[in-house]
C-alpha cells in the first residue's frame, strides 16, 4: 500500500509540521486505534488533510498529507511494498484496524 | 463520625502505605460530611494540596469536608491568569465517544452538570450572574464518523437525552447558524457553559469560608524521591508542613516531578480560545439564543451575561514548553483559521473584531485518562492532574474521587482508581521529535 521511501518522507514531514503538537507514538496507541478502527485509510486522510495542522488545514500538498499517512500505517503494523500510496490511490478504502490488533 | 486530628496524623506517621487503617476505617464508614476546624497560623495541615485550579480547588473543599485541616497553595493565588484552570469559561458536555474512558467521563459530566447547578443554586450572590448556563450543544459533521455514533452508544447506555437533528432544523432553531454540506448533526440539550474563573475564586471562596487556609507561594522542587514527605518548602523558606499532600499542579507537574511524568504527561500544545465582538444590539450570538457548538477541530459558544465577552471560539493552537513562560495570548498570524470556520458556520461574525484572546496549556496524559494516584516513592504524597482537556468540566466530582483516594475511602483495587493509575507507558522519544 506504500513503500518504506514514502514512509520515511512521513516521518520527516510528522517532525516538521506535526511534532509541535503530536508525538508519534499518539499515533499508534490503543486511544488512536479506539478512535480509528472504525475507520478506512482514506478517513484518516481526509481528516488529516481537513484538519491539520490544526491553525492552517490544508497546507500541505495532497502528496506530502499522503506521506504522513504511510508513515503512521508503519506506525500501526501495516506492512510497506512497491507501490507508494497515492491520493486516489484503491488502498485507501482499506480498514484502519490495525493488523496486529 | 468525625475524624480526630491526632489519630490522622498519627496513623500517617505510622501507616507504610500512607493509610492509617483505624483513620480510613473510620472515614470509610461516615456517612456524613463535617467541618473541619479551621487551620490556625503554626498548625500543621491534615493535608496540604499544592495548586489551587480545577483538581486542588475541588479537592481541598472535598477533604475538607470530610473533617480534616486543609492547606491549599497556590503559586499565584487560585484561578490566577496563568492557570490552566483560569480564563473565562469552560463547555460542559458528555459527548465523549472519540474517548477511551468515554462511558465513564460522560457519566461525570453528566453528574457534574448537576452538581455546578447545585452550587449555583447555594453559593450564587445577588450580584452576580450564574456560573453554570446550560446553552445546549449541537455537534455538526459532514457525515457519520464513529465519534457520533459512540457517543449516542453511551448516551442511550445512560439514558441521556438528545436529539438528532437535520441541518435544515438547525437553521430553522438557530438561523444564525450555517450548516454547509453538514449531513449530521447531534444536539445535547443539557450541556452548558461554566465561568471557569468566578467558578474557582468562589469554590476557594467558600473553602475559606468553611475554615480552610489558602497560602499563597510557590512550592521549592522537591529533595529526593523517596520517604514520605513531612513538609513542602516555598521559596521564601517557609515550610508548610502536612500528615499528606496532594500535587495538582496542571502543567507544572511534569517539571515537578520530571522522571515520574516527564514523559507521562505532555504539556507543550496551547488550545487559542478567542472572544469574537457580537455586532451592536445584536442578540443571536447570546445566551440563550444559540447554542454551544463542535465542529470538526473547533467548539465554542455564545457570549454570556452580564459582561458579554464575546462569542467563544476554540481552535489549534501553539506550542509552548514552560507554563512560566508561555505566550499566553494569541499572536495575529493565527488569526485567520477562526475567521474562516466563522466564516463557514456563522458568517455574521466572520468579519467582527476579536475582544480578547487566551491561549492555555493542554495537559494531555499519555493514557488519554485523568491520573490520580499515590507517588510511587513517597505514600503520602498524591498526584492529580492530566486533564486531559475535560477536567474542569468535572472539577465537582473529580474533587471528590481525589478526597476519597487520598483519604482511603476508595480503595487502591476499585477499578476507577486502577484506571487513574499513573500509566506505565511514555510518549516515546525515539519518533516524531520528542523534546524532554
Same mark, same amino acid.
Given at each position: 500500500? /506504500?513503500?518504506?521511501?514514502?514512509?520515511? +518522507?512521513? +516521518?520527516?514531514?510528522?517532525?516538521?509540521?506535526?511534532?509541535?503538537?503530536?508525538y508519534?507514538?499518539?499515533? +499508534?496507541?490503543?486511544? /488512536?486505534?479506539?478512535?480509528?478502527? +472504525?475507520?478506512?485509510?482514506?478517513?484518516?486522510?481526509?481528516?488529516?488533510?481537513?484538519?491539520?495542522?490544526?491553525d492552517?488545514?490544508?497546507?500541505?500538498?495532497?502528496?506530502?498529507?499522503?506521506?504522513?499517512?504511510?508513515?503512521?500505517?508503519?506506525?500501526?503494523?501495516?506492512?510497506?511494498?512497491?507501490?507508494?500510496?497515492?491520493?486516489?490511490?484503491?488502498?485507501?478504502?482499506?480498514p484502519?484496524?490495525?493488523p496486529?490488533? | #463520625?468525625?475524624i480526630?486530628r491526632?489519630?490522622?496524623?498519627?496513623?500517617?506517621?505510622? @501507616?507504610?502505605?500512607? *493509610?492509617? #487503617?483505624?483513620?480510613?476505617?473510620?472515614?470509610?464508614?461516615?456517612?456524613?460530611?463535617?467541618?473541619?476546624?479551621?487551620?490556625?497560623?503554626?498548625?500543621?495541615?491534615?493535608?496540604?494540596?499544592?495548586?489551587?485550579?480545577?483538581?486542588?480547588?475541588?479537592?481541598?473543599?472535598?477533604?475538607?469536608?470530610?473533617?480534616?485541616?486543609v492547606?491549599?497553595?497556590?503559586?499565584?493565588?487560585?484561578?490566577?491568569?496563568?492557570?490552566?484552570?483560569?480564563?473565562?469559561?469552560?463547555?460542559?458536555?458528555?459527548?465523549y465517544?472519540?474517548?477511551?474512558?468515554?462511558?465513564?467521563?460522560?457519566?461525570?459530566?453528566?453528574e457534574? *452538570?448537576?452538581?455546578?447547578? @447545585?452550587?449555583?443554586?447555594?453559593?450564587?450572590?445577588?450580584?452576580?450572574?450564574?456560573?453554570?448556563?446550560?446553552?445546549?450543544?449541537?455537534?455538526?459533521?459532514?457525515?457519520?464518523?464513529?465519534?457520533?455514533?459512540?457517543?449516542?452508544e453511551? &448516551?442511550?447506555?445512560?439514558?441521556?437525552?438528545?436529539?438528532?437533528?437535520?441541518?435544515?432544523?438547525?437553521?430553522?432553531?438557530?438561523?444564525?447558524? =450555517?450548516?454547509?454540506?453538514?449531513? $449530521?448533526?447531534?444536539?445535547?440539550?443539557?450541556?452548558? $457553559?461554566?465561568?471557569?474563573?468566578?467558578?474557582?475564586?468562589?469554590?476557594?471562596?467558600? %473553602?475559606?469560608?468553611?475554615?480552610?487556609?489558602?497560602?499563597?507561594?510557590?512550592?521549592?522542587?522537591?529533595e529526593?524521591?523517596?520517604?514520605?514527605?513531612?513538609?513542602? $518548602?516555598?521559596?521564601?523558606?517557609?515550610?508548610?508542613?502536612?500528615?499528606?499532600?496532594?500535587?495538582?499542579?496542571?502543567?507544572?507537574?511534569?517539571?515537578?516531578?520530571?522522571?515520574?511524568?516527564?514523559?507521562?504527561?505532555?504539556?507543550?500544545?496551547?488550545?487559542?480560545?478567542?472572544?469574537?465582538?457580537?455586532?451592536?444590539?445584536?442578540?443571536?450570538?447570546?445566551?440563550?439564543? *444559540?447554542?454551544?457548538?463542535?465542529?470538526?477541530? $473547533?467548539?465554542?459558544?455564545?457570549?454570556?451575561?452580564?459582561?458579554?465577552?464575546?462569542?467563544?471560539?476554540?481552535?489549534?493552537?501553539h506550542?509552548?514548553?514552560?507554563?512560566?513562560?508561555?505566550?499566553? &495570548?494569541?499572536?495575529?498570524? =493565527?488569526?485567520?483559521?477562526?475567521?474562516?470556520?466563522?466564516?463557514?458556520?456563522?458568517?455574521?461574525?466572520?468579519?467582527?473584531?476579536?475582544?480578547?484572546?487566551?491561549?492555555?496549556?493542554?495537559?494531555?496524559?499519555?493514557?488519554?485518562?485523568f491520573?490520580?494516584?499515590?507517588?510511587?516513592?513517597?505514600?503520602?504524597?498524591?498526584?492529580?492532574?492530566?486533564?486531559?482537556?475535560?477536567?474542569?468540566?468535572?472539577?465537582?466530582?473529580?474533587?471528590? %474521587?481525589?478526597?476519597?483516594?487520598?483519604?482511603?475511602?476508595?480503595?487502591?483495587?476499585?477499578?476507577? @482508581?486502577?484506571? %487513574?493509575?499513573?500509566?506505565?507507558?511514555?510518549?516515546?522519544?525515539?519518533e516524531?521529535? %520528542?523534546?524532554?
Amino acid at each position: 500500500m /506504500f513503500t518504506q521511501a514514502q514512509s520515511d +518522507r512521513g +516521518r520527516q514531514l510528522f517532525r516538521d509540521e506535526c511534532s509541535e503538537c503530536h508525538y508519534s507514538s499518539e499515533m +499508534r496507541d490503543n486511544a /488512536f486505534q479506539y478512535e480509528w478502527e +472504525r475507520r478506512t485509510v482514506g478517513d484518516l486522510l481526509d481528516h488529516v488533510s481537513g484538519s491539520m495542522p490544526d491553525d492552517d488545514p490544508g497546507s500541505l500538498t495532497p502528496q506530502q498529507y499522503v506521506d504522513v499517512i504511510a508513515y503512521i500505517l508503519g506506525l500501526n503494523g501495516f506492512p510497506t511494498g512497491t507501490v507508494e500510496l497515492a491520493p486516489d490511490a484503491p488502498g485507501l478504502a482499506t480498514p484502519l484496524k490495525s493488523p496486529g490488533s | #463520625m468525625a475524624i480526630h486530628r491526632r489519630d490522622f496524623l498519627k496513623g500517617v506517621a505510622t @501507616a507504610g502505605a500512607g *493509610i492509617a #487503617m483505624g483513620t480510613v476505617d473510620e472515614l470509610a464508614a461516615q456517612d456524613r460530611p463535617t467541618r473541619a476546624p479551621a487551620v490556625r497560623a503554626g498548625q500543621v495541615a491534615d493535608v496540604v494540596v499544592v495548586g489551587g485550579g480545577a483538581f486542588g480547588a475541588w479537592a481541598a473543599l472535598y477533604l475538607q469536608r470530610l473533617g480534616v485541616r486543609v492547606t491549599l497553595i497556590d503559586q499565584h493565588g487560585p484561578a490566577n491568569s496563568r492557570a490552566t484552570s483560569g480564563g473565562e469559561t469552560r463547555g460542559v458536555r458528555t459527548s465523549y465517544g472519540d474517548r477511551p474512558h468515554g462511558l465513564q467521563w460522560a457519566g461525570w459530566a453528566t453528574e457534574s *452538570i448537576q452538581r455546578w447547578k @447545585a452550587w449555583d443554586a447555594e453559593h450564587r450572590t445577588d450580584l452576580l450572574p450564574p456560573l453554570y448556563f446550560t446553552t445546549g450543544d449541537v455537534i455538526m459533521r459532514e457525515e457519520m464518523e464513529p465519534f457520533i455514533e459512540r457517543t449516542m452508544e453511551n &448516551w442511550d447506555a445512560m439514558g441521556r437525552p438528545y436529539e438528532v437533528l437535520t441541518a435544515d432544523e438547525v437553521r430553522y432553531r438557530w438561523p444564525a447558524i =450555517h450548516t454547509p454540506d453538514i449531513e $449530521v448533526v447531534l444536539y445535547e440539550p443539557d450541556a452548558g $457553559v461554566v465561568r471557569a474563573r468566578r467558578a474557582i475564586e468562589s469554590v476557594v471562596e467558600v %473553602f475559606k469560608r468553611e475554615g480552610g487556609q489558602v497560602r499563597i507561594g510557590r512550592v521549592q522542587p522537591l529533595e529526593g524521591m523517596s520517604g514520605d514527605l513531612g513538609a513542602v $518548602v516555598l521559596e521564601d523558606g517557609t515550610r508548610v508542613e502536612g500528615g499528606r499532600f496532594v500535587f495538582a499542579l496542571g502543567p507544572w507537574l511534569p517539571g515537578y516531578f520530571p522522571d515520574l511524568l516527564g514523559k507521562r504527561i505532555r504539556i507543550r500544545t496551547l488550545g487559542h480560545v478567542y472572544y469574537i465582538a457580537t455586532p451592536p444590539g445584536d442578540m443571536r450570538f447570546q445566551v440563550p439564543n *444559540i447554542p454551544s457548538y463542535n465542529v470538526p477541530g $473547533v467548539t465554542g459558544w455564545p457570549a454570556l451575561p452580564q459582561d458579554f465577552r464575546g462569542f467563544r471560539i476554540r481552535t489549534g493552537g501553539h506550542r509552548g514548553d514552560d507554563p512560566d513562560t508561555s505566550v499566553r &495570548w494569541i499572536d495575529a498570524e =493565527h488569526h485567520d483559521r477562526p475567521r474562516e470556520v466563522l466564516g463557514e458556520f456563522f458568517p455574521a461574525l466572520a468579519e467582527q473584531p476579536i475582544n480578547e484572546t487566551r491561549a492555555c496549556h493542554y495537559c494531555g496524559s499519555v493514557s488519554r485518562n485523568f491520573i490520580i494516584d499515590r507517588h510511587p516513592e513517597r505514600s503520602n504524597l498524591w498526584i492529580a492532574g492530566g486533564g486531559n482537556a475535560e477536567a474542569f468540566k468535572q472539577g465537582p466530582v473529580l474533587g471528590e %474521587f481525589v478526597a476519597d483516594r487520598v483519604l482511603g475511602r476508595v480503595a487502591d483495587d476499585d477499578e476507577l @482508581a486502577q484506571s %487513574f493509575r499513573i500509566p506505565e507507558e511514555e510518549f516515546e522519544e525515539d519518533e516524531g521529535g %520528542f523534546e524532554p
